[in-house]
C-alpha cells in the first residue's frame, strides 16, 4: 500500500532548561486519508545511521522521545501497510518548532 502518513504537530521540538541541555521530540501521527489518528506507529531515532533510541505512538496516535542531547537526526517513522516517513531534524535547546 502506498499511504502516505500525515504528521500532525509533527516535531514539535521542545528544548528544557536543564542542566543536561536535554530535549524532546513529540508528535501526532495521522491517517492521511481517513484523518483517524494511529496507534502504535513505531518511531525510531537515528544519529548518522545508528539507532539512538525510539518509541511507539499511544491510543491516540502521540509520542514523546525525551531525553534527547541537542544535535542533528533522522526520524522515521514506521506502521505495516504504510510508506515510512523519514525526516531531517535539529533539535536544540532554545526554540519549539509546531
Do not use: R, W
Not at 516535531?11 to 495521522?30: D, E, M, P, R, Y
Not at 541537542?70 to 517513522?77: C, K, L, S
Amino acid at each position: 500500500m502506498k499511504l502516505k502518513l500525515l504528521i500532525l504537530f509533527f516535531l514539535g521540538f521542545i528544548g528544557t532548561i536543564t542542566a543536561q541541555n536535554s530535549g524532546s521530540i513529540t508528535g501526532k501521527v495521522i491517517d492521511q486519508k481517513t484523518n483517524e489518528p494511529l496507534p502504535y506507529v513505531t518511531i525510531v531515532i537515528k544519529n548518522n545511521d545508528a539507532t539512538v533510541t525510539g518509541g511507539i505512538t499511544d491510543d491516540k496516535g502521540e509520542f514523546e522521545i525525551s531525553k534527547l542531547a541537542p544535535q542533528n537526526y533522522t526520524v522515521e517513522i514506521q506502521f505495516i501497510g504504510y510508506k515510512t516517513i523519514v525526516k531531517q531534524v535539529n533539535l536544540t535547546t532554545t526554540k519549539k518548532i509546531d
